[in-house]
Nanobody
Framework: QVQLVESGGGLVQAGGSLRLSCAAS????????MGWFRQTPGKEREFVAA????????AYADSVKGRFTISRDNAKNTVYLQMNSLKAEDTAVYYC?????????????????WGQGTQVTVSS
């Protein structure tokens, strides 16, 4: 079982930056593909970014390409989401997710483990 804890959310002005972290429990973190999703009230949770288990492959939603970067440190059991040039429409609760994934990345919601989320608010 993997437990995920997000941190790093907060209030930032438009154009600013934040880095989210997601710490995972367990000894097999490097076996998991990881993803970041976000959700606003009344809307479905949407894909933001994903990374393969060793970090060699990444994928991004079109809305964040060129502004967000996903990365991971398997020695620290942590995945990151660096968010630059933030916009008001990036305001959401951000969730990390994990799934045993031998190859590639997963952009759909079919992850097995989810964190509790961290709020990101971008003021315009």
């Amino acid at each position: 079982q993997v437990q995920l804890v997000e941190s790093g959310g907060g209030l930032v002005q438009a154009g600013g930056s934040l880095r989210l972290s997601c710490a995972a429990s367990g000894r097999t973190f490097s076996s998991y593909g990881m993803g970041w999703f976000r959700q606003t009230p009344g809307k479905e949770r949407e894909f933001v970014a994903a990374i393969s288990r060793r970090g060699g492959n990444t994928a991004y939603a079109d809305s964040v390409k060129g502004r967000f970067t996903i990365s991971r440190d398997n020695a620290k059991n942590t995945v990151y989401l660096q968010m630059n040039s933030l916009k008001a429409e990036d305001t959401a609760v951000y969730y990390c997710a994990a799934k045993l994934l031998p190859h590639g990345v997963l952009e759909r919601h079919e992850y097995d483990h989810w964190g509790q989320g961290t709020q990101v608010t971008v003021s315009s």
